[in-house]
């Protein structure tokens, strides 16, 4: 059963997974005569270590903050590191006053991610004990247990494979319980591409929400038209994978995850609605349920489709067959209403008009934007491709239609 909320902020956070509050953990060593050792987790502040949407390597490690010192007291350490285009550079810096220790090295590259939001860096600093200062080999680590804003890269082996996903943590983001939303990349593209398009990630920064974008491996996603055929990948077994790690690692809402796609991502976005029962609410765009007959949900979907009816590469066509198969698993009978929707943009030679079936179940709800004159595009987007593929509207921008839509709904 899927419950449909007047808000997202009506939704009450302690309904939500609690995730255990766990602090950044940092590690300096200094080899050599004499050593000096530093391990534990900040007490106050907090270092970032940030991921490039692209690569999914590690592109900052920055911040500020305080630990028990090795002598009693506190010690304070500062990290400023970030890609410059080449490689990661900047400095650290620890103090320690109570060991009478200071520690501080230029990096230059080296920077290594071993595990899970972790990254360590070996390399020559100055270590300074009281008044005598030397030249010694110096090594940091840093877990970074408590995620910060931005971007997020997820790197893990499913079925054989590795496999990875962005993901990024809103402005506001501070550990609390959050929704999330995935989006499922179309044929041939990557997470930054879909962003570069799109600017999904860009739009959930300001809005609350965790944005998450999976990469397909190969061409596109498996068990749908024009997806990876081998080797056996088992994408819906990884997409659950995904969702463990948001809620263990991330604090997602485990009630309020949501699906999205392009394309061939939009086919998959309707496959999760027929095999995945941990998503609330989805919407697929230019890529409609290709195979109707194998998806037994077992509940209401609330689904939004949205389609240009001149798209070159899946037909409008297409639409009616996975509209009637919504309508008819939800109950929602063959009343139709159609609005047009105001033609804000005249120059894009497209408009929108909203099919809505007024006879769902609050929990069941189907909604048609059918783009007249729209391509193979996202709407609001940068058109793939140029005008190769067809129109792009700009009377609706997909990313609100998509979050206005899900976050209405929760699962019980």
């Not at 502040?45 to 911040?63: C, S």
């Not at 990876?228 to 485990?254: E, H, K, M």
């Not at 489709?305 to 037909?315: A, C, F, N, S, T």
């Not at 929602?332 to 209403?337: A, D, I, K, L, Q």
Request: one cysteine or more.
């Amino acid at each position: 059963m899927l419950l449909a909320g007047a808000a997202l902020s009506a939704v009450p956070a302690g309904t939500a997974h609690a995730a255990p509050p766990l602090q950044d953990r940092v590690t300096i060593t200094a080899d050599g005569s004499p050593a000096y050792s530093l391990a534990g987790e900040l007490t106050s502040g907090g270092i970032a270590v940030l991921d490039n949407v692209a690569t999914y390597a590690t592109d900052k490690i920055q911040g500020t903050g305080t630990l028990p010192g090795s002598g009693g007291g506190t010690a304070n350490v500062s990290f400023k590191i970030a890609n410059d285009g080449s490689s990661l550079k900047g400095e650290f810096t620890l103090q320690d006053p109570g060991a009478g220790v200071e520690v501080s090295a230029a990096v230059d590259g080296g920077v290594t991610a071993p595990g899970e939001a972790t990254v360590t860096w070996t390399g020559n600093g100055t270590v300074r004990h009281g008044d005598r200062s030397s030249n010694q080999r110096v090594t940091f680590t840093v877990q970074d247990r408590h995620p910060d804003p931005g971007d997020h890269a997820i790197r893990v082996t499913h079925a054989g494979q590795a496999r990875n996903a962005i993901l990024r943590l809103p402005d506001n983001y501070d550990g609390t319980p959050r929704p999330a939303l995935f989006h499922f990349p179309g044929l041939g593209e990557t997470p930054g591409i879909a962003e570069w398009y799109g600017r999904m990630a860009d739009y959930a920064q300001t809005r609350g929400f965790i944005q998450i974008t999976p990469e397909h491996y190969g061409i596109g996603w498996q068990g749908v038209e024009a997806g990876t055929t081998s080797p056996d990948l088992d994408d819906p077994g990884f997409v659950r994978q995904l969702q463990d790690i948001l809620v263990d690692r991330f604090n997602a809402d485990p009630k309020r995850l949501y699906a999205s796609g392009m394309s061939n991502g939009g086919f998959f976005t309707s496959k999760m609605a027929c095999d995945n029962d941990r998503f609330a609410a989805y919407v697929p765009v230019s890529g409609q349920l290709n195979d109707p007959a194998a998806c037994h949900p077992g509940r209401h979907v609330p689904i939004v489709m949205i389609h240009g009816d001149g798209d070159p590469l899946v037909p409008y066509s297409t639409v009616q067959p996975a509209l009637d198969f919504w309508t008819s698993n939800n109950g929602c009978g063959t009343r139709t209403v159609a609005t047009d929707l105001p033609d804000i943009a005249p120059n894009d030679n497209t408009t929108v008009v909203r099919h809505d079936y007024p006879d769902c179940p609050a929990d069941g709800p189907v909604t048609l934007y059918q783009i007249k004159g729209g391509g193979h595009n996202w709407p609001g987007g940068t058109p793939f491709l140029g005008p190769f593929l067809g129109g792009t509207t700009y009377d609706i921008n997909a990313n609100a239609v998509i979050w206005d839509f899900v976050s209405h709904y929760h699962l019980p």
